[in-house]
């Protein structure tokens, strides 16, 4: 188990949240349980292309789904000619003084007007709640419209990553379609010695396997290293210099293909 990244919370002054005039193409509207299939599609369609972001279908999600509730207070949805293209949804306190905080659990767009016209909806809120709270997602279409630059941290939840098959977690993973090459090492894992012993990673076109191989390798990985460099917490260099891989005669880097796609993300905290 290793520490692999950090859910972040945030407050910024609502009044310092842009404003721009309303697109005329687009429509907000408040949401409703009928919207929420929308809603969790419309999630997938931002986070597909991410590292480490969680499903928001299955079992317990369909359990909380079948009360038929909006999550929180209310949803905020923006449209494009019926079609869906951000959300926000909040929770919006108590009081309307100097301490009162409008709670966006998530704000998620798939184009930058739609994410402007959620800006310009939370910002209206600041004559009752003068501080925004939310989790940002580092580059997203909304995070760019924010002045996180002012923001201050509220919340840092760590989340770890333990690698418990490491056959299945390269094979399933998914990979960058550009990235290609190849790497031996030798992984000891003291608590799954089933992940023990000398692999051979491979990745090319989007699909990546690991397959065992005969002897030792030049470049010896901790169970911890291979965290840290599959969830892109770490590069090779640094494993390295945290004494969780060690290497003969080679130099590190040829393991950054275990990170290929950048640091891992999440929006949920389990």
Not at 33 to 60: C, F
Not at 101 to 119: F, K, M, S
Not at 208 to 216: C, F, N, P, Q
Request: proline fraction near 4%; include cysteine.
């Amino acid at each position: 188990m290793e520490a692999a990244g950090v859910l972040r919370t945030v407050d910024l002054a609502t009044a310092a949240l842009p404003r721009h005039r309303p697109a005329s193409h687009l429509t907000v509207r408040a949401g409703t349980p009928a919207d929420l299939d929308a809603v969790a599609a419309l999630y997938e369609r931002v986070t597909r292309h991410r590292n480490g972001m969680l499903t928001r279908r299955g079992k317990l999600f369909d359990f909380f789904a079948a009360d038929a509730k909006l999550p929180g207070d209310g949803i905020t949805l923006v449209e494009d000619d019926g079609t869906l293209v951000g959300y926000a949804t909040w929770q919006r306190g108590r009081g309307y003084g100097a301490d009162s905080v409008l709670t966006v659990d998530e704000a998620l767009a798939t184009t930058a007007d739609a994410a402007r016209e959620l800006v310009g909806v939370l910002g209206s809120w600041a004559s009752v709640a003068p501080t925004l709270r939310l989790c940002p997602l580092d580059g997203d279409a909304v995070s760019v419209h924010l002045p996180l630059e002012a923001a201050r941290d509220h919340e840092r939840d760590l989340w770890m990553h333990r690698p418990v098959d490491v056959v299945r977690a390269v094979g399933e993973r998914g990979w960058p379609a550009h990235v290609r090459g190849v790497v031996d090492f030798h992984l000891t894992d003291a608590l799954a010695d089933w992940n023990t012993g000398t692999w051979r990673f491979a990745v090319a076109d989007g699909e990546a396997e690991l397959t065992r191989v005969d002897g030792e390798a030049d470049l010896r990985l901790d169970g911890r290293g291979f965290a840290l460099l599959y969830a892109g917490a770490a590069g090779a260099r640094s494993v390295a210099q945290a004494g969780l891989l060690h290497t003969v005669g080679v130099e590190p880097d040829a393991l950054d293909l275990l990170g290929a796609g950048g640091p891992a993300q999440l929006l949920d905290y389990f």
